[in-house]
């Protein structure tokens, strides 16, 4: 390591970073967040995948979890929009962001439009598209505004839980943590090895109550578990 590399640097919160940070701060401060956690069975998951890259499919875990999170959004309909002006504005169609980490300590999170009308491999497809163009820097304004609800992945980390920051004004986001193995009751009097998950949701409790959020989450970890 060079003089240069192990000197201590002041980085100004400017350009990217700064609207990042000063977007973070607005969401806390404006916002009621509350953040749900739950564990979530992963075995159907992985071999729902397995199955599909047997079959030429071109889709990540990722992929699948955000399939499953449409899915459940079309059930909890509260979940799904924005808080503005004190008033909630409910999304019919799912405009579902992911929270993309770039180079240079940046975050993105664009909106994948219409998410609830396109197959599992089209909505694949439209998520590299866009991570594509946010590495290069071609995301357009409404991209990154106009989504109605946001999922950020820190599955491939080490991290099993987080309390991600609501993507404001929107009113829910969902934080993915590390597929890990684990001992789980079988329900059966024994306990068995299992491919489990963390999963996140925070909410606005402003717009969303505990209970119905909670709901989400425990249908959605449901979901996830059960859809092959």
């Not at 770039?102 to 993105?108: A, C, I, K, V």
Request: aromatic share 4%; proline share 4%; hydrophobic share 45%.
């Amino acid at each position: 390591m060079s003089e240069e590399e192990s000197a201590d640097r002041v980085v100004p919160l400017r350009g990217a970073r700064g609207m990042i940070a000063d977007k973070m701060r607005r969401s806390l401060g404006e916002t009621a967040q509350l953040t749900h956690h739950a564990d979530c069975g992963a075995g159907a998951l992985l071999a729902c995948k397995v199955a599909l890259i047997g079959a030429g499919a071109n889709v990540s875990v990722e992929d699948l979890i955000i399939d499953r999170v449409v899915a459940c959004l079309g059930r909890y309909p509260d979940l799904n929009g924005v808080l503005r002006e004190r008033e909630i504005h409910l999304s019919a169609a799912i405009h579902l962001c992911v929270a993309m980490a770039l180079p240079e300590n940046l975050l993105m999170a664009p909106a994948i439009f219409n998410s609830e009308t396109m197959t599992l491999e089209a909505r694949a497809a439209a998520r590299r598209e866009l991570a594509g163009r946010a590495r290069a820097n071609k995301l357009t304004v409404h991209e990154m505004t106009g989504g109605t609800f946001t999922v950020s992945n820190l599955g491939l980390s080490r991290v099993r839980y987080f309390t991600p920051i609501l993507n404001a004004p929107q009113i829910a986001i969902l934080g993915i943590g590390q597929i890990y193995q684990a001992p789980w009751p079988n329900g059966k009097g024994g306990i068995d090895l299992r491919h489990m998950m963390g999963l996140s949701l925070t909410f606005d409790h402003q717009a969303v109550d505990g209970a119905p959020a909670a709901a989400f989450l425990s249908d959605l970890c449901k979901i996830i578990e059960t859809t092959t």
